[in-house]
């Protein structure tokens, strides 16, 4: 089982960037898919960003120029840079992995994921 934890999370004022780090424990990140998730209050949770195993990247329309997703295989891993912060980006965060195979080409999905971190809060406010 893969065990996931986001740290970053804070509060920042709209237009500013925040960088939420997802640390995998084992060897998850060599050979899982990772991707990042939102889940603001009353809605339902979103599929940001997504990394695979050979880095190709996804990203959500809404998040797409502002958001980059990456991975550090030295630190173990995976980070979520979000630049140009909007209130509506104001939500809690979480990292998830996924079976090796997937290739989210029609959309980050959270029933395709299996392990979920405990989550970080982000808020967007002046």
């Known amino acids: 089982q893969v065990q996931l934890v986001e740290s970053g999370g804070g509060l920042v004022q709209p237009g500013g960037s925040l960088r939420l780090s997802c640390a995998a424990s084992?060897?998850?990140?060599?050979?899982?898919?990772i991707g990042w998730f939102r889940q603001a209050p009353g809605k339902e949770r979103e599929g940001v960003a997504c990394?695979?195993?050979?880095?190709?990247?996804y990203y959500a329309d809404s998040v797409k120029g502002r958001f980059t997703i990456s991975r550090d295989n030295a630190k173990k891993t995976v980070d979520l840079q979000m630049n140009t912060l909007k209130a509506e980006d104001t939500a809690v965060y979480y990292c998830?992995?996924?079976?090796?195979?997937?290739?989210?080409?029609?959309?980050?999905?959270?029933?395709?994921?299996?392990?979920w971190g405990q989550g970080t809060q982000v808020t967007v406010s002046s």
């Open positions: 998830a992995a996924a079976d090796p195979m997937l290739i989210p080409e029609e959309g980050i999905f959270d029933h395709d994921f299996h392990s």
């Open positions: 990394i695979t195993r050979d880095g190709t990247t």
């Open positions: 084992g060897s998850a990140l060599d050979y899982s898919p």
